[in-house]
Every structure is written in C-alpha cells, then in structure tokens.
C-alpha cells in the first residue's frame, strides 16, 4: 500500500505538471537546499498543525523552534553517524557551498550545518528516497525532543 501512495503521487505530479526526469547529481546544493528548506518546512508545518488547531501565531512560534539553523544543526550533529557514504557527501557540499545570504541571528556553524541539512532533505526528495529522508527527520527530531 505504502509504494502504490508514493507511486500515485509521483505519477500525478509528472502527469498534472509534466515533469520531466531528472539527474539529482546536476543540481547545485544550493538548489538542493532550496527544495529542501520547503519540503522540511511542510512536514514540521504538517506535525504542527496535526497536534490541533491552534491561532496561528501560536504555530507560528512551535514552527520557528523546529526550523531554525540553531535547530538543523543541532540535528546534523545526531544524524552525521546515520548516513551513508553518499548522504554525506552531500551533506557536505550543502554545508560547505557558498551562500549569498549571511546567517540571520545564527552563527555561521551552524547556518552552514542547516544548509548541508537542507540540501540532503532536498536531495533525497528529488531522488523520492521519501521513507528514507522521513525516518532522518524524525531521528532528529527526537534528538530535539531530548535535549530539551
């Protein structure tokens, strides 16, 4: 059953959109940290929202915690030792690119770390590795949860 939803949803969306195939390799980190910043936003927005209306300001805020640099970071730290040879590798060319926008209220550490992590949930989103880039979150978002 779990295949046939991913198998659904990435046939919609090459069908409704007329996506074509793509190499992941080609993408910069940056493009890659580009999608991965959205596509993590949505799943913490999604576990937000799931835990019950609230005012939006009171999302907002829940949402912040999970998203910022200081955040990411500090779960790259947990997941370095839970990924392969090739999901570090990119990891490591997010965290290592060159941005154009200096880190807001964040040390550059960190910020650096956030966009390799970033660039990895992008990564394995593109290449619809969706199980594998949902059980890291979660990993880090335990980790989180117990360092609070």
């Not at 090739?86 to 650096?112: C, F, I, L, M």
Request: charged fraction near 30%; hydrophobic fraction near 35%; proline fraction near 1%.
């Amino acid at each position: 059953m779990e295949e046939s939803v991913e198998w659904q949803f990435d046939s919609l969306m090459t069908e409704v959109f007329s996506l074509r195939e793509v190499d992941v390799n080609q993408y910069s980190p940056l493009a890659l940290a580009y999608i991965g910043d959205s596509i993590y936003d949505l799943i913490i927005k999604t576990l937000v929202v799931n835990e019950g209306n609230q005012q939006v300001q009171k999302l907002h805020k829940r949402t912040s915690r999970f998203v910022q640099a200081s955040a990411q970071s500090k779960m790259m730290r947990t997941l370095q030792e839970r990924l392969t040879e090739e999901e570090h590798a990119v990891y490591k060319r997010g965290r290592n690119a060159k941005s154009v926008s200096p880190a807001k209220n964040q040390s550059v550490t960190d910020y650096r770390r956030a966009t390799g992590f970033e660039a990895l949930v992008g990564y394995l989103y593109i290449k619809k590795e969706w199980k594998r880039m949902l059980e890291l979150i979660k990993t880090g978002l335990e980790c989180l949860e117990e360092s609070k």
